[in-house]
């Protein structure tokens, strides 16, 4: 029952807003509606709406806690709305609800929020336990989300792997996409997306926000089921001796977003919405960082973070224009040792940092560069914030996660949030490279980046640098969710085994403009940089700069055909009318000429710039977005800058 001290409300921003009024609870968009009606057990969906399109609940709660809360008997306490603004997500109003479930011992909150202007909701369930509670012995499924969107005539799911250190080969893709015909009576437990089709190339997409990764589980995230005109969103996050009387946990949230436009439509809708949730702060977000740990093997690259090499990596990086420099493993641990002992304290070893941080941080200060620094994910936040202070750090990586249990994965996020909350434009990045459940790809990027993988010079074999491998990755990672977020590696070419990868016969700017993709990682030594990789580096990083920001002021959309060493592939940066072209013709394709097509350029011809040079020309784009390019050389790339003013859009009588 609804308490009778509630009183209506209406809550606006931007064009969103929220309204109450007895029992039912409407939240817009601006651009989506969502009405839902209050009942026994909770909300339930009456009506979804974009424009005419219109979709009707099938009259149930929209959750279910552990499968009780369906049949139990809640008392509702509160309906609140406030616009939110706190730097890691984009304005929003959030709409909060209160329940509590007297006979089953726990309180709920359901969280909408609504993006002014989106195409999408994000909604999340908070659970805690009330004095008294007994965890149930026995308990059912677990239902955070239920979309209704009948007749359904196909169905794509997708979701990307962790364990990128053992997926280094052309049989181990980064993506896995399923297409189903025959939908209904469908249950998917291995993606992170599911996007319902209508029969006019449009519909609706349902995101889990989870660590859940293809190969990887991880806790209680549940599956997709499709039904009756139905979608439900299981796997709460949660078990029942999960919860705890002193705070609320959250459950995996969902996003439900509107696309139009078929396949095109499903990326920009994700992506729309994922900048959203995940948004980009210039200042923070945008970067070229060198890291120490990738040249040499495991046994030595631990030395590589004493001061001494640390030096001479700033000197370096500097020099070619890096903007960040992370002291990887090796800073707290003994000379000659793997470093990885997470017994020793988290502060800078006396033998390698004998006068403390200061040894690196004023030399780097005084270059211009900021520093980051390593940590395995046992540190304290303490010995954290204590060696941010000290060394003036902004960009910690946190490494060896294994979040098998409700617990880790709380003191984690805690841990950064705490460290982001200190810092001055701190932030964490992690990385996806071991099949244990870490933070997977649609979560924890409020925080910082994804490190994507390990690609080194020799040791082990298994993540040697191979060029296209690399670049499949990206290219396979910018498909649904944006590449700017996820750090792309550069190797030092010059180093690396020539038996084990053919990136000998490779060039620097082709395999820079590769990580250019998405956030750079010079992942090496960088005093190890040849003179002339110097210098091909430091002029590829003084155009990149010019132009960064303006890239990730785009989605990016990966074109051409899959990378397989042989392929014309490329990406597509589209701001609006604006945006830019990448494409690259790798080692074994036979061909200087070849047509690709383009991502929302139809029937026009295209005035186009070349960002190395600066030389212009017009491509002609057909009426179904395909154009030619030319590149003469293998492992070569073209660069083009666009903008609306610079399309000439011509009718079907001038075709």
Not at 130 to 144: D, F, H, I, N, Q
Not at 300 to 324: H, P, Q, Y
Not at 444 to 472: M, Q, S
Request: one cysteine or more.
């Amino acid at each position: 029952m609804a308490d009778e001290r509630m009183v209506d409300m209406l809550t606006q921003l931007d064009g969103a807003y929220a309204r109450y009024e007895d029992g039912l609870l409407e939240v817009s968009t601006g651009v989506v509606s969502r009405t839902w009606i209050w009942k026994d057990g909770g909300f339930a969906t009456v009506t979804m709406r974009r424009g005419e399109l219109v979709y009707k609940g099938s009259g149930g709660c929209d959750y279910d806690i552990f499968g009780l809360t369906a049949c139990a008997k809640a008392e509702l306490r509160g309906v609140n709305a406030y616009p939110i603004q706190d730097g890691q997500t984009a304005c929003h109003l959030e709409v909060e609800t209160i329940a509590i479930y007297p006979e089953l011992g726990f309180c709920v909150k359901y969280v909408v929020w609504a993006y002014p202007g989106s195409a999408g909701m994000r909604t999340q369930l908070f659970v805690k336990a009330l004095g008294g509670y007994a965890p149930a012995s026995e308990y059912g499924k677990c239902v955070t989300e239920t979309v209704p969107f009948p007749a359904a005539c196909k169905v794509k799911a997708a979701g990307y792997y962790n364990d990128t250190q053992n997926r280094n080969r052309p049989d181990t893709e980064l993506l896995r996409e399923e297409e189903y015909a025959s939908p209904d009576g469908l249950r998917i437990d291995w993606a992170s997306l599911i996007a319902l089709f209508d029969g006019r190339d449009n519909g609706v997409c349902a995101v889990k926000e989870s660590n859940k990764c293809v190969n990887q589980p991880a806790y209680e995230t549940g599956a997709f089921e499709y039904a009756g005109g139905v979608l439900k969103t299981t796997g709460l996050g949660l078990r029942p001796d999960d919860l705890k009387p002193d705070r609320y946990l959250f459950a995996w949230a969902a996003w439900t977003v509107f696309f139009e436009g078929g396949d095109d439509g499903l990326e920009t809708a994700i992506k729309t919405f994922d900048r959203l949730r995940f948004q980009i702060d210039g200042a923070r977000d945008i970067y070229i960082m060198a890291n120490t740990w990738g040249t040499g093997s495991d046994d030595n690259a631990c030395d590589n973070a004493a001061a001494d090499r640390v030096l001479k990596d700033i000197s370096a990086a500097a020099e070619i224009g890096v903007d960040v420099l992370q002291v990887d493993a090796g800073w707290h641990s003994p000379p000659g040792t793997r470093g990885f002992a997470t017994e020793l304290p988290w502060y800078p070893d006396k033998g390698k940092y004998p006068s403390g941080w200061e040894t690196i941080t004023e030399p780097a200060e005084r270059l211009g560069l900021t520093l980051g620094l390593w940590f395995a994910w046992s540190a304290s936040a303490d010995e954290m914030l204590d060696n941010m202070r000290q060394g003036r750090f902004k960009y910690f990586k946190i490494d060896f996660a294994d979040l098998g249990t409700r617990e880790k994965l709380d003191a984690l996020v805690d841990k950064a949030r705490r460290v982001c909350a200190a810092g001055d434009g701190a932030r964490v990045n992690w990385d996806v490279t071991e099949v244990q459940p870490r933070m997977g790809y649609y979560f924890g990027r409020e925080f910082g980046n994804i490190y994507l993988e390990n690609r080194k010079p020799k040791h082990p074999a298994c993540v040697v640098y191979t060029p296209y491998l690399v670049l499949r990755d990206a290219w396979h990672t910018a498909k649904y969710v944006n590449l700017n977020k996820f750090q792309i590696i550069l190797q030092n070419l010059d180093l690396i085994d020539c038996g084990a990868s053919d990136a000998y016969l490779h060039n620097f700017p082709y395999c820079a403009m590769i990580a250019f993709m998405g956030s750079p990682i010079l992942f090496q030594q960088v005093q190890f940089l040849s003179a002339d990789a110097r210098r091909a580096l430091r002029e590829m990083i003084s155009v990149y700069k010019r132009h960064r920001e303006a890239m990730y002021d785009c989605l990016v959309y990966p074109i051409g055909s899959k990378p397989d060493n042989a392929s014309w592939t490329g990406f597509q940066f589209v701001n609006g009318g604006r945006g830019y072209i990448v494409l690259f013709r790798e080692l074994h394709n036979p061909s200087g000429r070849e047509t690709v097509r383009l991502k929302f350029l139809q029937n026009c011809d295209l005035a186009v710039t070349n960002v190395i040079n600066g030389e212009t020309r017009t491509i002609a784009v057909d009426r179904d977005g395909s154009a030619p390019f030319s590149i003469p050389h293998a492992c070569g790339y073209v660069w083009y800058r666009y903008a609306e003013e610079g399309v000439k859009k011509y009718g079907s009588a001038e075709l």
